[in-house]
């Protein structure tokens, strides 16, 4: 069996406890408007172009039997409609203008790669994190990876969203030592609005999953614009209070980095631009859910 990843990152600290590896799997059930990782969102492979770093070899020309490579009025230019997502292009690419998001990878091919950060989870009590796009919608391969992780005295994460069939989640429940999973909004017409689905399904999840006695914590995107409302987040406290195995909650300021990210895949980053919350903004937030009890982790 493989899956299909877009990114390895090592040496991550905001994933979990410890020095982590966090495998990125493509693929996602949500469209948030404010993505960082908007490459994750399609479960297909993708053409991301950063032509600010071409050198003008023109090999992309000579392997592209598509003609998605194009010089239009003496620039660079790319048609993705025309793009078959062969791979071709990126392969021959030196200068890092065109990456290919996605690639296909075996179990023991991923455990190769993270076996050999091993030295640095036994150090800080660190280990692997799965995460996404949404990685629970490859729940089989993440599964399989779990397990062999947990084989080999690594400590797992599964970074989630919850808005998959709870089927997934059985999958992964026997292997998983901590679940990151994300809230952004209780009201579901609010949730509808900024992610394209309902909330219901992935607060059904956090329950059952809470009753399994799994090890969450909560993530909570803190976004000015958005979801960043006291009645939000007072909801959201008095929600989680009432859960048995919540570890705490961790709020994240908004970020733009996936603006860059938009643009290298041919999208507009205009309209999905939002502020960022400062300091007293994001310390009146955690104050909200320290009242109510919850342990708060802040970066």
Known sequence: MTGR?????????HDGPGIRTTVFMKGCSLECAWCHN????SP??????????????????EVCTNGAHMIIDGERAYDGSLCKSCGRCAAECYSGAIVM???????DELMTEIEADMPFYKDSEGGVTFSGGEPLLQSEFVALALKRCKAAGINTAVDTAGNVKYSAFERVLPYTDLFLYDLKAMDDKLHRF???????????NLRAIDREGATIRIRVPVITGANDHNDNFMEMA????????????EPLPYHSLGAGKLESLGEEAEGRLFETP????????????QNAGLRVFSR
């Open 5 to 13: 990843i877009f990114d390895i990152q090592r040496f991550s600290i």
């Open 101 to 107: 998001a996605g690639r296909e990878v075996s179990v």
């Open 278 to 289: 400062g300091k007293e903004r994001m310390d009146y937030v955690c104050s909200i859910f």
């Open 44 to 61: 297909g492979m993708q053409i991301q172009t950063y032509f600010s770093k071409c050198i003008g070899c023109g090999r992309c020309f």
């Open 38 to 41: 908007p490459e994750s969102i």
């Open 238 to 249: 008095e929600f989680l209070s009432s859960l048995n195995c919540i570890q705490g909650v």
């Open 194 to 204: 900024l992610t394209g689905v309902s909330n219901k399904l992935l607060l059904d």
